[in-house]
């Protein structure tokens, strides 16, 4: 499974709700969204998870395609992770809009990350953020 977060810089939660519907059509399909609220720190935000299954194929094949998908959000991200031939859980990257020639391709779309999971966290139900079950 593929985690992601997002937090959209809006005024209300109309705004969030268009934001994200554009972030979901931007990501393409596959993506299910969990409950959306306002971030606790910072009130002008808003945070949601969004989640989809792991992309079929080989390590190489997954980082792939999760690069694609966050690509089609914003460019200027910061991966890390350290991969094997057998896995690509553990890979992770952040976006943080005007942070070192960051850019967004989603109106709103303030930070967002990303997490490939493994199958047995997922069913021990050890990644899953809050709304994502």
């Known amino acids: ?9 809006v005024g209300n939660h109309a705004a969030f ?5 554009r972030a979901l059509a931007a990501l393409g399909l596959g993506f299910v969204a969990g409950k959306g609220r306002q971030y606790w720190k910072m009130p002008e935000l808003w945070e949601c998870p969004v989640f989809s299954p792991t992309p079929a194929g080989s390590v190489a094949d997954q980082v ?7 690509h ?13 031939p057998d896995s690509a859980c553990g890979f992770s ?9 960051a850019s967004t391709r989603v109106v709103g779309l303030e930070w967002a990350s990303f997490l490939l999971v493994g ?3 997922v069913a021990q139900g050890t990644s899953l953020p809050e709304g994502g079950k």
Not at 1 to 9: A, W
Not at 17 to 21: P, T
Not at 73 to 83: D, F, N, R, Y
Not at 93 to 101: D, E, K, N, S
């Open 1 to 9: 499974m593929v985690q992601r977060r997002m937090m959209f810089r």
């Open 17 to 21: 709700d268009r934001c994200l519907a």
């Open 64 to 70: 792939f395609e999760c690069l694609l998908a966050v």
């Open 72 to 84: 089609r959000l914003a460019s200027g991200w910061q991966v890390k992770g350290v991969l094997s």
């Open 93 to 101: 990257g952040v976006f943080a809009a005007r942070y070192g020639g």
């Open 119 to 121: 199958d047995a966290d």
